[in-house]
């Protein structure tokens, strides 16, 4: 029972989907001072080679995969280059995210369709190829990027909130499924953090309400989600497992 | 607790002063020598002299500046005699975890009066006293820091096998809450720690005593890591608690208990 917390993450491989901006990037950048090797799988190629040049500043082995998580035969394939470039994959942060704010009563359905296939389906078959490969080595670690939403109600982004919602039972699930492995199903719920998807609420009346909601009085940056990140990535949590953290600065308990 | 944007000594916690009740066996001594190995000088208040004397000298061996004070938390003038000593001796406090805790097995048709007051007055009460002890302290120097309410999954559950411990560790957790949104101004954050089942003294009657083994065979079979967690498994919670690392956290729980809440 003496042995020291550790949150070192050297030698070990991660992969982080949306990882070229916002929370996801704060992590990586987390992932990558911790001492692993990180792979950012996103889409905008441009963000993709600024967010690899941050990574390799810390001297870490690092690689970017454009990907659209929506295209499900890229899933695949994705996963195997960033083995085949950085070792077998010890953890997957499922953050890529997508917002739409339609409304239930207007919105096409394929707004929703897109959302759920981005933020929920995507996160399931990846968790799901990732497991299968930490399966016969016996550890790994899964952190789904929740939301305030997962638990409140959003009178806008419905689908976001449903998608957000379900993948906090996903980690659940996968957690009991998995926990015999060795492998520990997180999920960590940023509250509002400072990011391109924030940045146009700042316009909007609501965000006045979000601050005035928020204990901190402010966002939070990308940076701060590292720590929880690292946390549930490393050894120190290897009894943590099916739980949701919440990273908000009180806004969720207020 | 301060605007370090890098993760690098994320999890230090050098320089800080910390103050764990009940820190002398079981999980608090756990969180104790976590606490001492990033960093922190550590103080125990406990009630049994030979076990902190053991605890002190484990704490000493991983070089830290250390304190331990025989304290009954039920005995408030003693807590707050204690509380004045702990910043005397090892300097203001930046870090309170509230452990200290003990439960009675008995049902609410059976438990007296004294018991229940017994159970609340160290679980919660002294809990708060040393909130408001410590957030005083820690509000007047500017600097920030954290507390951290250690209280259990049965603070999210109903049981009829030791209920008054449950209405306690729930009452804690909104404690946590409360102090977070009055404390956030003041870059204080206050979170729970909650554990499942782990290999203490306080789970003997579960793990051992042949009259709970149907409620032992359910447990195991109910955490899908399939075991008790290992008191040092709690290290890390701990220390990410404490540390920079949780910063844009407070008011929230963290439950470390082998999955058994989500089965």
């Given amino acids: ?254 | 607790m301060d605007s370090d944007s890098s993760t690098r000594n994320l999890f230090d916690l050098s320089g800080r002063v910390a103050l764990v009740t009940g820190g002398n066996r079981g999980l608090g001594r756990a969180l104790a020598l976590a606490l001492a190995e990033a960093g922190a000088a550590v103080a125990i208040l406990a009630r049994d002299e030979a076990k902190n004397r053991e605890t002190l000298a484990l704490l000493q061996a991983r070089g830290a500046r250390a304190l331990a004070r025989k304290t009954d938390l039920a005995d408030r003038p003693q807590v707050a005699a204690a509380f004045a000593a702990v910043e005397r001796e090892l300097g203001p406090l930046d870090i309170l975890v509230n452990n200290a805790g003990f439960a009675i097995l008995k049902g609410v048709l059976d438990q007296t009066d004294e018991e229940w007051d017994q159970v609340l007055e160290t679980n919660l009460t002294a809990a708060f006293r040393l909130a408001r002890m410590a957030a005083r302290s820690m509000a007047a120097r500017g600097r920030g820091g954290k507390i951290i309410n250690v209280s259990s999954i049965a603070g999210n559950f109903g049981t009829p096998i030791f209920p008054s411990y449950a209405v306690a560790k729930g009452g804690l957790q909104q404690l946590t809450r409360c102090l977070a949104l009055e404390l956030a101004p003041h870059h204080i954050q206050v979170n729970s720690l909650l554990p499942g089942w782990f290999t203490t003294d306080m789970t003997d009657w579960i793990r051992n005593w042949p009259e709970y083994a149907e409620a032992l065979k359910e447990m195991i079979q109910r955490t899908p890591r399939g075991r008790f967690g290992d008191p040092g498994e709690l290290a890390g919670a701990a220390v990410f608690l404490a540390s920079r690392a949780s910063d844009h956290m407070t008011g929230a729980d963290l439950v470390i208990d082998g999955g058994f809440s989500v089965r």
């Fill in chain 1, 1 to 254: 029972m003496s042995a020291p917390a550790t949150f070192d993450l050297s030698g070990r491989v991660a992969a982080v989907t949306g990882g070229n901006g916002g929370i996801g990037l704060g992590i990586a950048r987390g992932f990558a001072e911790a001492g692993a090797a990180v792979a950012i799988l996103a889409r905008n190629e441009a963000k993709n080679r600024a967010a690899l040049a941050q990574l390799n500043a810390f001297g870490a082995r690092a690689l970017a995969v454009r990907l659209d998580v929506t295209d499900r035969a890229a899933l695949a394939p994705a996963l195997a280059e960033v083995e085949r470039a950085l070792g077998p994959l010890e953890i997957l942060v499922n953050n890529a995210g997508l917002a739409r704010a339609v409304g239930a009563t207007r919105g096409e359905l394929e707004d929703w369709d897109r959302v759920l296939e981005t933020n929920l389906n995507a996160a399931f078959i990846l968790a799901r190829l990732a497991a299968r490969a930490m399966l016969p080595r016996r550890r790994g670690k899964i952190i789904n990027i929740g939301s305030e939403y997962s638990l409140f109600g959003n009178p806008l982004a419905h689908s976001y909130a449903a998608s957000k919602g379900a993948l906090i039972q996903l980690t659940k699930s996968l957690a009991v499924e998995l926990a015999p492995h060795n492998i520990q199903v997180n999920a960590l719920v940023p509250g509002w953090i400072e990011s391109d998807m924030t940045a146009p609420m700042k316009s909007r009346p609501f965000y006045q309400e979000v601050l005035r909601r928020t204990p901190a009085g402010r966002l939070g940056t990308p940076a701060e989600c590292a720590g929880a990140a690292i946390f549930l990535a490393s050894p120190a949590a290897d009894f943590v497992t099916g739980a949701t953290l919440f990273v908000d600065g009180g806004y969720s308990i207020k």
